[in-house]
């Protein structure tokens, strides 16, 4: 049986009593597993031999030599390997899965279905199962489409509307559709557990990466919905809302979020432009959005005086949005700043390693994350027992 780790108010982690067989790799599943396994959920990563793609994906390495991509998202787990297209790995693969209360895989749609390890088979026999299943472009006629990140942010949109108009489509710059995704499918896997906490049943949650962009589309989807036109890249300005983008300063780059008319006199008083805000062309936001380009004008020339980081203190004090573009580094130290503790350090108990980690973002008021294990190497667990009895939440059907 799973460990129930506790949280720092000393009660029980809300899925200590969840175990997951996690064949995913690469980013999406592998993120979804670990955030439920910082609640205390025990995971399985079921690897092959070669390991997950992400291992042999560096540099950068950690201290230890782990890659920072692997170890970005496999915190908290157990490693085993199982070649499936072996007897032995097969056979070891379902045991697995027969003791599992959550399988998740993000496989090209059909290759678990030839290996007897899809939904429809594992039910049979475990119809309490709740199996998450992740693709890049669903089962149907894009099921044989290769669901890379980049390759869904090009075909999904997103490029089209990132970058400056006269530059090329860009990509963001993390694989942001697989965390998309990765958030989704935990979402789809606590609904569906909560249905079998009320009905004893489990069913299949389905996520796709394309799915989840467009969804993530939102404002600009629903622009194009409405009038059939595809929004244009607009660099960092936005589509309905001025002045919402970034300038150019005496040092550095700032961004300035205008949301409504008072801010937007607030700036132009700050700025020393007392009279921009009563302009006809600036004195409500629709108008200032139609009178776009005159308006960046303005205002960067006025910007020059001064550095973003004062620009930052002097805005702020008036109440206006805005605050100098960041490295990842400066980031971090703003997040510590402001005691949101954005990085943790996971210490092995058996080996004493040690694995400098991103937090779990969610914080629950009756419960902590619990941060467990460092992220394991290929097959560490192999040969654990713990995965030999069915969870006492687990009924086996006939």
Known sequence: MASTPQSNQGVPSPLADIRIADFSRVLAGPLCSMMLADYGAEVIKIEG???????????????????????????????????????????????LVAGCDVVIENFRPGVMAKFGLDYQTVAKDRPDIVYCSISGFGTGAGADLPGYDLLVQALGGLMSITGFPEGEPSKVGVALVDVLAGQNAIAGILMALRVRDATGAGQQVQVSLLSSLLAALVNQGAAMLATGNSPARLGNAHPSIAPYETFRTGGGTLAVAVGNDRQ???????????????????????R???????????????????????WQRKLLAVGVPAGKVNTVGEAFELADSLGLEPS????????????????????LSAAAPSYRQVPPALGEHQGSTFALEFPATSVKGS
């Open 49 to 95: 031999p070669a390991g997950d793609d992400t291992r042999a994906w560096i540099p950068p390495v950690a201290a230890d030599g782990t890659g920072t991509y692997f170890a970005s998202v496999n915190r908290n787990k157990k490693s085993v390997i199982a070649d499936l297209t072996s007897d032995d790995g097969l056979s070891y693969a379902r045991e």
């Open 344 to 363: 943790i350090v996971v210490t092995d108990p058996a080996t004493g390693r040690e694995s400098q980690q991103l937090a779990s973002p969610i914080r």
């Open 264 to 286: 937007f006199a607030a700036l132009a008083s700050a700025l020393g432009l007392p009279g921009l805000a009563e302009q006809a062309k600036f004195l409500t936001n629709e």
């Open 288 to 310: 200032r959005v139609g009178s776009r380009a005159g308006l960046r004008a303005v205002l960067e020339g006025a910007f020059l005086a001064d550095t973003a980081s004062q």
